[in-house]
């Protein structure tokens, strides 16, 4: 298999659901249409992933200032609520829309591009995302967490006892992966 595909998840959904799982609730990595894989129930983005993609645009050391203060409303992300969080985006895009969106004619073509391209990425990857990074805390019963981390980590442990019987073939391999996920 190379990488992971939306296809992927839809199998993997419907198999489970077919050995008689339910799923109530689905916490995503915002992976461009996974979403729609679980649109019957609520998804939650994970924060950690959401905080990277606008950490791949920006930098940990943004040089703008606009993009110093977007970093500044992304790392609130994890201690704060959708309306505070909202109301943060949405005053900085007051205050940056004519920056985000200068654009930069290419000399003797009609092409343009958008001449501050990461900032605006940063922000519409927050913008698009945002019906979706508050789910947890809109269905309290559900107990949603607001990250991958505990998957996450239980699959870096599985890689890692895999990775002790490395050279096995791809038969056995997956094996030791089905016996090690049924002890679950």
């Not at 992976?31 to 019957?40: C, P």
């Not at 269905?139 to 239980?154: A, F």
């Amino acid at each position: 298999m190379l990488g992971e595909k939306v296809a992927h998840y839809m199998y993997g959904r419907h198999i489970l659901e077919e050995r008689g799982w339910t799923f109530v609730a689905a916490v995503v990595d915002g992976r461009r249409g996974l979403a729609a894989v679980f649109k019957d129930i609520p998804v939650q983005i994970c924060h950690f992933h959401q905080m990277k993609t606008v950490t791949k645009y920006l930098t940990r050391r943004p040089e703008t200032l606009a993009g110093q203060e977007l970093r500044s409303i992304m790392l609130t992300l994890p201690k704060t609520n959708e309306k505070e969080f909202t109301k943060l985006l949405l005053n900085w895009y007051e205050q940056w829309k004519d920056f985000i969106t200068e654009k930069t004619k290419v000399v003797g073509t009609k092409h343009w591009y958008y001449t501050h391209k990461k900032v605006r990425s940063a922000y519409k990857s927050l913008e698009t995302n945002l019906p979706h990074l508050f789910i947890y805390q809109k269905y309290p019963k559900l107990t949603i967490p607001n990250t991958t981390n505990t998957i996450d980590g239980y699959f870096a442990s599985v890689k890692k006892k895999v990775a002790q019987h490395h050279g096995l073939r791809r038969d056995r391999r997956y094996k030791v992966i089905t016996e090690l996920l049924s002890k679950s």
